[in-house]
């Protein structure tokens, strides 16, 4: 069996389109009806009208976040086990515990955060429009979660107070990235540029050229007159990036840098997903219409990088 053609056989035959975050396997981008960030994805299947079943090749959170947007689409996770670890540190029980502390403070969450949590929050933000965001809040001091780089750094752009919740959320993925491994690139590859995520630490943002998410990484490097990059996010947007821009180079900042979670989601488990219809995303109201809610406050947000 060509599992690849099998794959688009079945998509075609139950009306399904395939979503594959920008950290996923090559070959699962390769057969994927769009490539992006979790919320590009969502909103590109809000305008798929004629899509019955989504294959969100990702992680929970963001599989959560398209049920949510398409309540009238089955989402499908290709791997039950695709969890963010940085989305399970913040739990509903710590949100509440703050908000108690901070009862007239706003709550802003990151979409890697559970619905659960979600439906707590004030307003969501990506690591694209977090700036934007924390800026239409008159509010000068802000809650934010559960990422404390993209705290911190949303606090140096804002000059606002951010109140981390939890006090050390953090990615494991971003993490690994280290200025020692950038000064061996850098005296290699002079000339490259060098774009950082925001999830990754202080020390890393500093000798940054860019710092932005993924999808704004890829319009960056696109409109770059630069030739070549080092990049500093999970190494799956690599092939994304070598693909859009086959003239220019790109060198990962760290070769380890792999979320394990993203990489589940192999051809098998996504030729299985399809036909057996599993798994099935499902969340309740009433969380799923107070996270879409936040969700929608967030997409009113003016967002010069559209996302
Ligand atoms: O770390 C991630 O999960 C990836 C990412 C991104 O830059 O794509 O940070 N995701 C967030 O921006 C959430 C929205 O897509
Ligand atoms: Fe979560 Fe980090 Fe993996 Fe993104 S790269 S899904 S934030 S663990």
Redesign the pocket.
């Known amino acids: 069996m060509d599992i690849v053609n099998e794959i688009l056989r079945i998509k075609k035959e139950k009306k399904a389109i395939i979503l594959a975050?920008?950290?996923q396997r090559p070959e699962v981008q390769d057969i994927a009806d769009y490539v992006g960030?979790?919320?590009?994805l969502s909103r590109k299947a809000m305008e798929e009208k004629d899509a019955e079943i989504i294959v969100f090749a990702a992680?929970d959170f963001?599989a959560e976040s398209a049920a949510i947007l398409n309540p009238d689409k089955k989402v499908l996770l290709p791997s039950l086990g695709a969890r963010?670890p940085m989305a399970q540190m913040l739990t509903v029980e710590e949100i509440k515990r703050w908000r108690t502390l901070y009862p007239l403070v706003p709550l802003v969450l990151?979409?890697?955060t559970l619905a659960a949590a979600k439906a707590y929050c004030d307003i969501c933000c990506?690591?694209?429009n977090a700036v934007e965001v924390i800026e239409s809040i008159e509010a000068e001091t802000v809650l934010f979660g559960p990422d404390r780089n993209l705290a911190e750094y949303v606090q140096e752009k804002t000059g606002k107070t951010i109140i981390p919740i939890p006090e050390r959320g953090f990615?494991p993925t971003?993490l690994l990235f280290h200025p020692e491994d950038v000064h061996v690139l850098r005296a290699q590859h002079p000339d490259a540029l060098l774009m950082v995520?925001p999830?990754c630490t202080a020390e890393m943002r500093r000798i940054a050229d860019f710092v932005g998410?993924?999808?704004q990484m890829c319009k960056y490097a696109s409109s770059s007159p630069a030739k070549s990059f080092i990049v500093a996010?999970?190494e799956g947007l690599l092939h994304r990036l070598k693909k859009d821009n086959p003239d220019k180079h790109f060198y990962i900042a760290y070769e380890g840098a792999v979320?394990p979670n993203m990489k589940l989601n192999t051809l098998e488990r996504i030729y299985i997903s399809l036909k057996e219809e599993k798994h099935a995303v499902k969340v309740p109201d009433p969380i799923a219409s107070k996270a879409r809610k936040a969700l929608e406050r967030m997409f009113e947000i003016k967002n010069p990088v559209g996302?």
């Open positions: 975050h920008n950290y960030d979790s919320i590009e992680v963001m963010c990151y979409v890697n990506t690591s694209a990615c971003h995520h999830e998410s993924t999808s996010t999970e979320c996302t």
